[in-house]
């Protein structure tokens, strides 16, 4: 029986426009206990925003986990569970060339590798209430001083 701590974590990155201006955000859920981050960077891509949230809330976690983690991020969800073992074996390259965001993607690998994760895709500005959150907190974050 795995005695990690179970969290749900729900990531979402926003850009105005794209490029420009991003926010990120992640909501972490662990029995009755919430927590909520985000960021922002003023010169960034949307790409890069989904990226980052994943980064931070693994990176959050301060103990190995086993995690639900839900995008609605294709690029994010298929970069983890598709093309990331292709990247590893050709030295953090794509088949046909230089990998975008190789920076993010090395500091993702990294950020996931004490947990257990599964990975979920969730339609973007459907019913889900978390994935609702995350996304007013990503472009909440865009602008800080707001």
């Not at 922002?40 to 693994?58: F, K, P």
């Not at 060339?97 to 994760?117: F, K, R, T, Y």
Request: net charge neutral.
């Amino acid at each position: 029986m795995n005695d990690k701590p179970q969290v749900t974590i729900y990531t979402d990155g926003a850009c105005d426009p794209n490029p420009g201006p991003g926010g990120w955000a992640a909501l972490l859920r662990s029995g009755e206990h919430i927590k909520e981050i985000t960021g922002h960077a003023s010169d960034t891509t949307n790409n890069r925003m989904e990226l980052t949230a994943a980064i931070q809330a693994l990176r959050s976690l301060r103990q190995p986990c086993q995690v639900e983690l839900f995008t609605d991020s294709e690029y994010l969800k298929r970069g983890i569970t598709e093309w990331l073992p292709g990247w590893r074996r050709r030295g953090w390259r794509r088949k046909d060339g230089e990998l975008a965001n190789v920076d993010l993607w090395q500091d993702l690998d990294q950020a996931m590798q004490s947990h257990e994760i599964r990975w979920h895709w969730v339609r973007g500005h459907a019913s889900d209430r978390d994935n609702q959150r995350v996304d007013r907190l990503a472009r909440m974050a865009i602008h800080p001083q707001k």
